[in-house]
């Protein structure tokens, strides 16, 4: 089975409503809004992130790979994931 950036947008998007914003306000949370300009996510929420990632997908997020073009969005996150998985 093949994983769409669809489907990986959906599972980030939910992960991030239950673990951040306890299953409030997914409404309005824009799949392009930045988790550090709203102050969504910290470093510590990046290395939750990071966790679920390579648990959910079965791949490492290397060092360099941490920076907010890659994981600062559901769609950011969805991307690289999708880059990841190629």
Known sequence: MTVTIQDTATQVRE?????????????????????LEQNLVDSTGVLEIVMFLEQKFGFKVQDQELIPENLDSVNRIAAFVARKLK
């Open 15 to 35: 992960y991030i409503i239950d673990r951040f914003l306890f299953g409030q306000g997914g409404d309005r949370l824009s799949d392009d809004a930045s988790f």
